[in-house]
């Protein structure tokens, strides 16, 4: 059986392949790594798995009998999920970076609460913020946050929230049966505006489906008036003008956004992230959706997208299948 792996792949990949076949008895699977594109329409032609952050049409027209995709990282929004399934593939992603992404949201959450970023940059002209100008920072325990997205990310954000004494609300797709660990409240999103007012601080750690696109827009932002938002899930789960109209007329109180909906089209291009002005406006702290990216998970997500594969390719259940709905 043949794996074909597309797209940015670490050198060590092969050496991982070889190191993992021998830990599932799958020494027979021929790993390919197409070098153009003759190459990779000859190799699908007979891939039965696919590693890839994503695949055109003609790929898949030309991996007849394609029946696994490997998604190296957590989104899924560039695969068609309905389409995948009607052609009787199955698509799996990775959460190894759950972790990296939490600590990336909190750590936007406290320079936003302890106003670390004006801080530096009035202290550089010699303008001192803090007790001598009256103006405290704000304590996180005791104060309540609202997760949108309780999936790996979404907990493992409650966790840290939870170990500096917040109080956290959680909002699912459904209703939940029993509890979530370090999740005080769960709502639906069908309630997520009464989730929202409790909070002084909405971490959204959405996916991007069908349904969740443009989900946070101007009727939830004037619910969360006086709070601040932060978005490590996807950009486009919010509507770009509604998110600069709340925080130009101070709205919203401040906000930490990792991801966007402009990126650079090649490495170390620039880009502007937004057709909005956002870097004119100086209660927002813009980062360029490094969250997931740190010194350890990339090489986690690769170990963990080879495993999966192999356990595919062995018949034995596989880890994170993205369901219709697109997680």
Same mark, same amino acid.
């Given at each position: 059986m043949k794996v074909v792996v597309m797209g940015n792949y670490p050198k060590n990949l092969l050496e991982m392949f070889e190191k993992y076949k021998k830990e599932f008895g799958a020494e027979d699977i021929e790993v390919v790594i197409p070098k153009d594109d003759s190459e990779k329409i000859d190799a699908l032609k007979n891939a039965v798995a696919v590693i890839s952050g994503s695949l055109t049409e003609n790929d898949l027209n030309n991996a007849p009998n394609l029946k696994f995709i490997q998604v190296p990282f957590a989104g899924v929004d560039t695969y068609d999920i309905p389409d995948l399934i009607r052609r009787g593939i199955k698509i799996a992603n990775v959460h190894s970076n759950a972790t990296a992404v939490?600590?990336?949201a909190m750590a936007l959450v406290l320079a936003l609460a302890k106003n670390v970023v004006e801080g530096d940059r009035?202290?550089?002209?010699?303008?001192?913020?803090?007790?001598?100008?009256? #103006?405290?920072?704000?304590?996180?325990?005791?104060?309540?946050?609202?997760?949108?997205?309780?999936?790996s990310i979404g907990k493992e954000i409650a966790r840290f929230a939870k170990s500096f004494g917040m109080y956290v609300i959680g909002v699912k797709? #459904?209703?939940?049966?029993?509890t979530i660990p370090n999740v005080d409240e769960v709502?639906?999103?069908?309630?997520?505006?009464?989730?929202?007012?409790?909070a002084h601080f909405v971490v959204c750690a959405l996916p991007l489906t069908p349904e969740t696109k443009g989900m946070i827009n101007r009727r939830l932002f004037e619910k969360m008036a006086g709070k601040f938002f932060v978005n490590v899930g996807r950009g486009a789960v919010v509507n770009e003008e509604d998110l600069f109209v709340a925080l130009k007329n101070g709205i919203l109180k401040g906000a930490g956004i990792d991801t966007w909906w402009v990126y650079p089209q090649a490495p170390m291009q620039t880009a502007m992230p937004s057709k909005y002005p956002f870097h004119g406006l100086k209660n927002i702290i813009m980062?360029?959706?490094?969250?997931?990216?740190?010194?350890?998970?990339?090489?986690?997500?690769?170990?963990?997208?080879?495993?999966?594969?192999?356990?595919?390719?062995?018949?034995?259940p596989i880890e994170n299948e993205v369901k219709e709905v697109g997680y």
């Open positions: 939490a600590e990336f009035d202290l550089r002209i010699g303008y001192w913020h803090g007790w001598m100008s009256r #103006e405290p920072t704000i304590s996180l325990e005791g104060k309540t946050m609202t997760i949108l997205g309780l999936g797709r #459904e209703k939940v049966d029993g709502y639906t999103h069908a309630e997520i505006e009464q989730a929202i007012e409790k980062t360029p959706h490094a969250a997931g990216f740190t010194d350890v998970t990339p090489q986690r997500m690769w170990e963990d997208s080879v495993k999966n594969v192999l356990r595919f390719l062995k018949g034995l």
